[in-house]
């Protein structure tokens, strides 16, 4: 087993967007043949964009009308036009709603299974970073990596100097 770190040479620093500018960005930017606009993150984005406005997340039924307005108008900010998109995502709300608290142990296991990955990467130079964007979906159990562009203005910051950020909605 080779032990020896690389040479000095071979660091290379890597860029992430701040989880504020990924939040601030436009969704139809970032969409592309491999990368669809991503269902579980539009809900994250909805349930943030709630938690801000309320200082809480939705308490179950009571709160699916405004949820959906909130979502209607985010859909909008962000051009969405897609309207089997909109309508699967509306149809949604109340579930999104009811689950909004919910704290699932799999959740936990496998966020930390993710950024465990991530550290042992970064630590060991060995391995390309995941793309920049990671979302859960804890009711199918499904897991999906996607890029978001650095914006122009963004001034790169080296890895070593680098600190992950990990919102869990």
Request: charged content about 15%.
């Amino acid at each position: 087993m080779n032990t020896t770190a690389p040479a000095s040479s071979s660091l290379k620093a890597v860029n992430f967007p701040s989880v504020e500018t990924v939040l601030k960005t436009k969704w139809v930017s970032n969409v592309s043949r491999h990368f669809p606009l991503n269902a579980t993150y539009v809900k994250a984005c909805v349930l943030n964009a709630f938690h801000k406005k309320e200082g809480r997340f939705p308490d179950g039924s009571g709160d699916a009308a405004a949820v959906s307005q909130l979502a209607a108008d985010l859909l909008g900010e962000n051009e969405v036009t897609d309207a089997a998109f909109v309508a699967s995502l509306q149809s949604s709300v109340s579930h999104l709603c009811a689950c909004a608290g919910a704290v699932l142990p799999i959740m936990a296991a496998v966020v930390g299974g993710f950024l465990a990955q991530e550290v042992l990467k970064a630590v060991s130079l060995v391995g390309e970073p995941m793309q920049n964007v990671f979302v859960f979906d804890g009711a199918n159990n499904v897991a999906k990596a996607f890029p978001v562009a650095m914006p122009k203005k963004a001034t790169p910051v080296p890895a070593a100097a680098t600190t992950s950020e990990v919102v869990i909605l």
